[in-house]
């Protein structure tokens, strides 16, 4: 049996394309059209390879477990900690997210996102200066210059050119392609940049640099600024300035080339500011490229439901947020977390070496559906339905859209929001009979 | 079944007449019913005034830019921390707290209705999500027109019948209530940076005014027969002598429907400014108010300052930009493609400021130079002017000359010259206040017959019990009992269920989210339309098919049908 | 006087932060029962600390509180204190001082961040190191420190006195990349070396007596004063901002 | 020789981070993307391992020599062979300093860790094979 299911949207990367065509086979995905490399082999080739059903470390042996016993363990380890640590829920859809912050406040742990080691920075920056940004159908539609920095674009969100900028229709211009200006700013000539109309190559950790001298341009202060800036002519630097300035609307992204050097957030306030100062000659917007699927979500949610958009520490029963303090990396290298619920992310990959030794050293109990760097830290893993594929709910696109993601195939696992709000009521009961 | 009976009530009910009465209120599943049975659960409301459940016709508390206000303030979030007890979650935040924080607080203060005064239809979901955590109220969701592209076409096409299939597509697509129109075509201009000053400037791009946005965009609601009137918030907000702007928006409506107004003008206060620059601002209340008098087709609401910190949002995106310029604290900015704009930036009204002092008696004046007052509704555009939980205060300020002297002793001393508070002294009475806080709204939003705003029978059992004695109490001196009992009720029904008790949330109740379904006829259907298909699949950066909002988010939703003439 | 002097005692779980803002010499009047938090666990002071008063006062200017034992997980002493003092003997945590209003804290370890966030008067002196953020303020908020003076005599972390507004911060030592980031107002001074000085500075003085590396662009060079020289900025943002350098880094990298 | 590392994302690491123990991800994750001339000065070919070497740590990395890359720098996927060499600290800000860290590298016949053999070394228990 065939099957065509259209409109499907990709939960990859934070690009949240929502016109992948899927081709069913006997119940199994047997074709992907419009998807990157990326998506496509999300779709076709990690089913194989998810776990059977929950495992258990047990010493030096792992054994397989029932779904009950796993709750029970769960359950167990999750209400007795005095400092348990929720990380991950990027891989999750809002509505399993929000029982993740429920479940954070019920037993007084701390809830991350991998947004911690993402755009954390940039929601730092956002918070000492504010957010110029704009839907990406806005760029799409109005942008003739658009800035990449720090983002290898080509190779992190590959249909984000077509889709968004570059390649892409768009309503103000009949050859959209031939009047857009693409200026990319990068420690290395990556393939990205190999599109541009202007390559900035700046020396590692000059971002901030770079950035102070164009604002410094804007301004009219350009006397002051050296010849040379981090590694940039300053006859580069005034020409990308006028370039911004005789924008009808441009549009900067940026990647984490920028939130995790030097600086960090220091760099993105850099880039808003200077957004914020082109604003009084001509339109200018900023956005974040976010990396996974749905980590904007968890910053919404969290934010509704706590006031802050990750790194919400319970605690004390209300809410408190200091990154660098409260979050999940800070929180594992300072060896404080006694239990760790890690929800489809992979800090065994992504985190320093210190984080993982402490995650192998406690309880730590892993929802995915894949066997990951984590799995071989972990004393518990659950695996559940993909979210996307055989799980449905609410993503945040990069640009704050919220998009129904769709479930198109039968599954005999059970979703994330099922055995969280499971863990949640279970834990409910215990706390209220104590 | 589950019956209450709440006995001794002070009730003042205006769309029942109901003047403040002695009397008992039975109440089954949820119900106002004519009576109960002997032995179901008794409040003694003990004389104590007692109003049908507080709404809120326009107020920001859920979807994308309330959410970044949160987002982008956690030095806000270090008030109004609770922790999690009882049936209540925590919360925390003042001038933009989280769901629950407004919900809670709302709910503290009596009302069981809200209205989130700007959705953008393409992130409906968003505004979706956060009505489900906002659980004490039941929500509505005006929905963004003023940038809509599909609307634009139709009224460049003068073709009223079009607007209405693309109003009512919407709606229907998105769960939204009514229509908003912010900056009428203003943020479409911001798209490339620029504004418009006038409603009778031309759109860049495209051949069209605000004042035909707003003039198509009015009769198309009535050829839907929608609920609520055209919400408009006007061109020019918070600009010196903007008045003018205001007084020719207002004689664009005429009188289209006997059951409500025809336009609603909201924050009317950022709109009533003469002068020419920051320098010579003065009041334009008076014109405002006059021209308000002599049209019964138009409903306003005050948009009232009160002093402090607080967060201003809109999708006013230029607007937000010239208040950046001035301020230079942080700036947030967010344009949807093909509908609208928005920004976000916090600001402090200070006493000592000739023109936050203006602002703060410009709201004042308003209410009180309206004559009826089913024809101005009492907000701060919240968290805009000021947050909600300073209802209270402006209730106190209405109510009481006295303390309207008091306050304007306090604040910079061009406010007298500039303004004509200090000349008015008229008080408004209880009945008034309950107008201008629930059955005004009810009326202006088109829901007494879903049962919000009155205590008739059959009506939904939202009904709030403040610890006031009306015929036992002057407001014109006693303004801080006044002031106290509107702060926190003695109890707030909702459904049928006390839900809040003295200050505390003792349970929750599912909430309701009202949305319009516009029954269209297929010729008027936008979905059949190849140029509708074709320019959205070209021009958005999402499929249509993953635009429309499914059913799973309004699961308690309440589908109003309307249907074309 | 009085002296308080609180021990810590071994705990289950040595590496579970502490959270004991209520440790001020004013909360030791009288015999009110006081409690911290332990990771999530609400603990009575007692429980953590072996508690001993000596002397007996009814104003909080003469009652000196004693911090003794493996105090460095310890978070937000000293919060809100007005006077009275602390001697810290070892460590001291997180959030030491925050918001503090006047008296002294003296530690003889090292601090760890946001030392003094937000202090309005009052005086803190650390013998050690002093962790990233010291003399702060809150994330999204406008103002760090505004009053008040703290000094340490070995080297400071990163984001040093961002946000500075209003009082001194003396370090002795060296301070990390970003020292005085956002600067409004104050006087910091910096005796040994530091990395992107005052960066986005709009007012007030930092001194720098070491070698400034990686120097931004957007300092206007202005003279020379006291054999250090001066500049302005930072005029990436119109700042009025005074920036004195013994040293800048020559052939860095970024220049 | 001392070199800057930095990571990031690539096409190859971002198609199989659903497969993180399959033998494709670990060629890509382990994989040192270095200046061919630095390369001479250590004395290694393409496809030949170094171990690089931060605050005592050190991991066996294969090389590949890519003319993009600046001397005195180096490429390597985001991973666990790359956070091996990136220390714990924040600066107070919760992001680690996954870009730019200094790390010693040297010619090596050391063979290399698998996912797995490396979460062992953290305490790990690797699954599987």
Not at chain 1, 200 to 216: C, E, K, P, T, W
Not at chain 2, 452 to 461: D, N, P, R, W, Y
Not at chain 3, 44 to 61: A, I, Q, Y
Request: aromatic content about 8%.
């Amino acid at each position: 049996m065939e099957d065509k299911i259209r409109h499907v949207i990709c939960p990859y990367c934070g690009c949240l394309c929502d016109d992948i065509l899927i081709e069913m086979t006997g119940g199994e995905i047997s074709g992907v059209e419009n998807a990157c490399t990326l998506g496509a082999r999300k779709f076709l080739d990690d089913a194989g390879n998810r776990l059977k059903g929950p495992i258990m470390r047990k010493g030096d042996e792992w054994v397989d477990i029932s779904y009950e016993e796993a709750i029970d363990y769960a359950v167990k380890v999750l209400s007795e900690a005095d400092r348990p640590l929720l990380y991950g829920w990027s891989g999750c859809m809002t509505e399993t997210q929000a029982i993740g912050a429920h479940l954070a406040e019920l037993i007084g742990g701390i809830v991350d996102s991998t947004t911690s080691v993402c755009h954390g920075p940039s929601i730092l920056a956002i918070q000492e200066v504010g957010h110029p940004g704009c839907t990406l159908g806005q760029v799409k539609n109005r942008a003739d210059t658009i800035i990449y920095w720090g983002s290898n674009t080509i190779e992190a969100h590959p249909r984000h050119l077509s889709r968004y900028t570059n390649y892409a229709d768009a309503y103000f211009f009949h050859n959209a392609f031939r009047e857009r200006k693409v200026i990319v700013v990068d420690v290395r000539k990556t393939v990205t940049a190999e599109i541009a109309t202007e390559f900035v190559q700046i020396d590692q950790g000059g971002d901030y640099h770079v950035l102070s001298a164009l604002r410094a341009i804007i301004r009219e202060r350009g006397g002051v600024i050296p010849d040379m800036v981090a590694g940039v002519p300053k006859a580069q630097l005034i020409r990308v300035a006028e370039i911004c300035r005789q924008a009808k609307f441009g549009a900067l992204f940026f990647g984490v080339g920028i939130t995790m050097t030097g600086g960090k957030y220091k760099n993105i306030r850099n880039a808003i500011e200077f957004i914020s100062e082109l604003n009084r000659y001509t339109k200018w917007t900023i956005s974040p490229m976010r990396g996974h699927s749905n980590v904007y979500g968890s910053n919404e949610v969290f934010t509704w439901i706590s006031g802050y958009p990750f790194a919400v520490d319970y605690s004390r029963g209300i809410a408190f947020y200091n990154p660098g303090e409260t979050t999940a990396v800070d929180i594992l290298a300072r060896k404080e977390a006694d239990a760790a619920l890690i929800m489809s992310s992979d800090p065994g990959a992504h985190f320093p070496r210190v984080c993982s030794e402490h995650l192998a050293r406690i309880p730590t109990i892993l929802f995915d559906p894949y066997p990951s760097a984590t799995t071989h830290l972990c004393t518990l893993q659950i695996p559940t339905a993909v979210n996307g594929i055989d799980a449905a709910g609410t993503a945040y696109r990069m640009d704050g859209i919220p998009i129904m993601t769709r479930r198109f195939m039968e599954t005999v696992y059970p979703t994330d929001t099922k055995l969280m709000q499971e863990i949640y009521d279970r834990i409910r009961k215990v706390k209220e009979d104590a | 079944m589950h019956e209450i009976l709440i006995k001794n009530a002070f009730v003042i009910d205006p769309i029942q007449g109901i003047h403040g009465d002695i009397m008992d209120i039975s109440v089954r599943d949820g119900r106002i019913v004519d009576k109960v049975s002997g032995t179901c659960e008794v409040i003694d409301a003990g004389g104590n005034l007692t109003l049908p459940g507080g709404i809120d016709s326009h107020t920001h508390v859920c979807g994308t830019k309330v959410n970044f206000g949160r987002y982008m303030s956690p030095e806000d979030m270090r008030a109004g921390r609770t922790p999690r007890r009882g049936a209540m979650y925590h919360t925390s935040g003042y001038t933009v707290p989280t769901t629950y924080g407004n919900s809670y607080r709302y709910s503290k203060m009596g009302y069981t209705t809200l209205l989130e005064g700007a959705m953008a239809p393409m992130e409906a979901r968003h505004t979706h999500e956060e009505f489900a955590a906002t659980p004490m109220q039941d929500m509505l969701a005006n929905t963004l027109f003023d940038g809509n592209w599909n609307l634009f076409e139709a009224v460049g096409d003068k073709d009223i019948r079009q607007a209405a299939a693309v109003i009512g597509w919407t709606l229907s697509a998105v769960r939204g209530f009514g229509v908003k129109l912010t900056n009428p075509g203003g943020t479409e201009a911001w798209g490339f940076g620029d504004d418009l000053s006038s409603i009778d400037e031309t759109v860049p791009n495209w051949d069209i005014t605000p004042r035909d946005i707003i003039d198509t965009s009015i009769k198309a609601c009535e050829f839907l027969h929608l609920p609520h009137s055209v919400h408009l918030h006007c061109n020019n907000l918070g600009m010196p002598g903007n008045y003018r702007t205001t007084l020719q928006t207002l004689d664009i409506p005429s009188d289209l429907n006997p059951d409500r107004q025809t336009l609603y003008l909201t924050h009317v206060q950022f709109h009533s400014y003469g002068g020419s620059t920051w320098g010579d601002i003065s009041s334009e209340a008076e014109k405002v108010a006059s021209s308000v008098n002599t049209k019964p087709q138009v409903v306003i609401d005050m948009g009232q300052v009160m002093f402090g910190r607080t967060m201003t949002m809109t999708a006013d995106g230029p607007m937000e930009f010239r208040l950046y310029t001035l301020h230079h604290n942080k700036w947030s900015n967010h344009d949807v493609e093909l509908e609208t704009g928005s920004g976000v930036i916090p600001v402090y009204y200070s006493r000592k400021s000739p023109v936050n002092s203006i602002m703060w008696a410009i709201g004042l004046e308003l209410a009180l130079l309206v004559k009826n007052p089913w024809q101005c509704m009492l907000t701060t555009d919240n968290p805009n002017g000021a947050p909600f939980v300073k209802y209270p205060e402006i209730i106190g300020l209405l109510m009481s000359n006295l303390y309207r002297e008091k306050e304007l002793d306090q604040v910079h001393k061009l406010t007298t010259d500039r303004t004509s508070l200090g000349t008015i002294d008229r008080e408004l009475s209880f009945e008034d206040i309950a107008v201008m806080t629930r059955a005004g709204q009810a009326k202006a939003l088109g829901i007494i017959d879903q049962g919000k705003g009155h205590l008739k029978e059959g009506a939904l059992a939202d009904i709030a019990i403040y610890p006031v004695k009306p015929d036992q109490t002057d407001p014109s001196l006693q303004y801080e009992e006044v002031i106290g009992a509107f702060q926190q009720t003695l109890y707030t029904l909702k459904d049928g269920f006390v839900v809040n008790r003295d200050g505390e949330v003792i349970r929750g109740i599912p909430n309701r989210t009202f949305w319009v379904n516009a029954n269209l006829p297929d010729d008027m259907d936008v979905m059949k339309s190849p140029r509708f298909v074709e320019k959205f699949s070209r021009y958005y950066s999402v499929d249509l098919e993953n635009y429309m909002v499914q059913d799973d988010y309004v699961e308690r939703g309440i589908e109003m049908n309307t249907h074309v003439a | 006087m009085m002296q308080v002097t609180l021990t810590m005692k071994p705990r289950a779980k040595p590496f579970l932060p502490i959270e004991a803002e209520m440790i001020v010499p004013m909360n030791f009047i009288g015999s009110r029962e006081l409690f911290v938090w332990e990771g999530n666990k609400k603990r009575r002071l007692e429980d953590v600390f072996t508690v001993r008063k000596e002397g007996n006062v009814n104003s909080p200017e003469n009652i000196v509180v004693i911090l003794r034992g493996d105090t460095g997980r310890v978070k937000r002493v000293g919060e809100y204190m007005s006077s009275g003092i602390i001697t810290i003997e070892g460590d001291i945590g997180m959030h030491c001082g925050n918001f503090m209003r006047g008296g002294n804290i003296v530690i003889h370890g090292n601090a760890d961040g946001w030392l003094g966030r937000e202090m309005r008067a009052g005086s803190i002196l650390c013998h050690g190191n002093a962790g990233d953020y010291c003399g702060s303020g809150y994330r999204g908020e406008k103002r760090g420190m505004r009053g008040g003076k703290i000094e340490i005599m070995g080297d400071a972390g990163d984001y040093l006195g961002e946000y500075l507004t209003g009082g001194e911060i003396h370090v002795h030592g060296n301070a990390g990349m970003f020292a005085g980031a956002e600067m409004r107002g104050g006087t910091l001074k910096i005796d040994g070396d530091v990395r992107i000085p005052a960066a986005n500075m709009s007012k007030g003085t930092c001194i720098i007596g070491g070698v400034a590396h990686e120097m931004l662009p957007t300092f206007e060079k202005t003279g020379e004063k006291n054999g250090m020289v001066v500049f302005h900025g930072d005029v990436a943002n119109k700042g009025k901002g005074e920036l004195m350098i013994r040293q800048v880094q020559e052939n860095s990298a970024l220049q | 020789m001392k070199i800057l590392v930095n990571t990031g994302r690539t096409v190859v690491q971002g198609s199989h981070v659903g497969r993180k123990n399959s033998p494709e991800y670990f060629r890509e994750t382990s994989n040192l993307r270095l200046n061919p001339v630095d390369m001479m000065e250590i004395g290694v070919d393409d496809g030949e391992r170094i171990k690089a070497t931060t605050d005592g740590i050190s991991v066996v990395l294969m090389v590949t020599s890519d003319e993009m890359i600046k001397r005195g720098t180096g490429f390597l996927p985001l991973g666990p062979y790359a956070n091996t060499l990136v220390g714990g600290t924040t600066h107070s800000t919760g992001m680690p300093d996954f870009k730019g860290a200094e790390v010693n590298i040297e010619a090596t016949g050391e063979k290399i860790s698998t996912v797995g053999e490396l979460m062992r070394h953290l305490g790990g228990l690797p699954y599987g094979r």
